[in-house]
């Protein structure tokens, strides 16, 4: 989650919230004292006005240490975004009756696929005769 998102979740500041990043990941011994560039976790973003500014964009480890000093409130805030985030990516099992529903389709969608098969083939068989007459090297 980038510091511009948890700045927005959290109500904070950006610059309030990129303070506490570096805090965390000096302390985490993530960041040294010289360089942020140091953190794998450093970005850029492009502001409105279209200059390049500092962001982090903090995986979930680092993101919950971060927000676990601040308010029940905004805590729980990033907690729900990550439950959100992650149920983007994790796909969905379907339900026993939404799989037996999903069978029943499939097996439905091969016996017409079988049946339109048949039909072609039967259809085949009919023109053969009619072929070989109209067409002597048909086959």
């Known amino acids: 989650m980038s510091s511009l998102e948890i700045a927005e979740r959290t109500g904070k500041e950006h610059a309030h919230v990129m303070r506490d990043i570096r805090s965390t990941l000096r302390a ?5 004292k010289a360089s942020e ?3 794998s976790f450093a ?23 971060l927000v676990s000093g601040y308010s029940v409130e905004l805590r729980a805030a990033i907690i ?9 990516q994790a796909p969905r099992i379907p339900t026993h009756v939404e799989a037996l529903r999903l069978a029943a389709e499939a ?3 091969a ?12 259809r085949v068989a009919e023109l053969e005769p009619v072929a070989a007459v109209a067409l002597p090297n048909f086959r």
């Open 107 to 109: 097996i439905e969608r």
């Open 37 to 39: 560039v140091a953190s």
């Open 80 to 88: 729900d975004r990550w439950a959100e985030l992650e149920a983007q």
């Open 43 to 65: 970005g850029y973003y492009v502001a409105s006005n279209g200059k390049r500014n500092p962001c982090f964009n903090l995986p979930k480890r680092e993101c919950l240490i």
């Open 111 to 122: 016996q017409q696929e079988e049946g339109q098969k048949l039909i072609a083939q039967a």
């Open 28 to 32: 985490l011994k993530l960041l040294n």
